[in-house]
């Protein structure tokens, strides 16, 4: 079975700070893809990031980032100078191979509130 | 940009009632889904749909719930007979190809049972 621990259930950071959201999982598969969406106060999901178990470069998407290691299992996702419009719930998610199936698991969702 | 579009974004039912939502996946996309998510829960999978058959469900996903693709476009779930708990936002997302593809979400659909 798969699982995805976010274990920060809110963070409050100040405009022009940068945020770290950390996200770890678990999974029997030898190949998945993690992801990152970002859920508005408007209520929809915005695809973000993504990442391939075999890929363990890390890169950087404009003002997005993300930090993905294997041997702890975590996928953590920065915004650089944040802005008031980050203000979200963000979910991590986890796809897998072999065993399964193609479902996203979701995690519990991190509430950011960026104020100015 | 292409999108997963949703009708209606709100539905109020009576409790026992039977519901559709409708979903029509962006079109070049072979790999449709459901989703739900209680108010403040996190979002939970409920069926996914390949080649015109359910290719997974989970364990929410029981003989109260179908899905169908009618024609080339829509994609609908249908709950039978409502009960209070199903109350939730209902997504629907759709895949182009490989699983390393992103799933691109609707706006969901906000499901009240009265």
């Known amino acids: 079975a798969q699982k995805v621990t976010q274990a920060q259930t809110e963070i409050s950071v100040v405009e022009k700070e940068d945020v770290t959201l950390d996200c770890v999982y678990e999974t029997r598969d030898t190949t998945y893809y993690l992801f990152w969406y970002k859920q508005p106060p408007s209520g929809e999901l915005v695809f973000l990031i993504r990442r391939n178990s ?4 890390n890169e950087i998407s404009g003002r997005y980032s993300w930090n993905f290691q294997k041997s702890t299992s975590s996928f953590n996702f920065t915004i650089t100078a944040s802005q008031v419009v ?14 399964s199936g193609s479902r996203l698991t979701f995690g519990e969702g991190t509430q950011l509130t960026v104020n100015p | 940009e292409p999108e997963v579009t949703q009708t209606p974004s709100h539905q109020v039912t009576q409790m026992g009632q039977e519901v559709i939502l409708r979903c029509v996946p962006i079109s070049n996309h072979l790999y449709f889904y459901w989703y739900r998510q209680i108010l403040g829960q996190k979002v939970e999978f409920l069926v996914s749909f ?4 359910i290719s997974e469900k989970s364990e929410i996903f029981d003989d109260q719930f179908s899905v169908e693709r009618p024609d080339g476009s829509n994609f609908t779930l249908k709950i039978r007979s409502t009960k209070l708990e199903d109350s939730a936002m209902y997504f629907c997302a759709s895949r182009q190809g490989g699983r390393n593809q992103p799933q691109h979400f609707g706006d969901g659909t906000r499901l009240s049972i009265l």
């Open chain 1, 54 to 57: 075999f890929d363990e470069q």
């Open chain 1, 86 to 99: 980050d203000s979200a719930v963000y979910f991590c998610a986890l796809s897998g191979g072999e065993t």
């Open chain 2, 50 to 53: 390949y080649n015109n058959e």
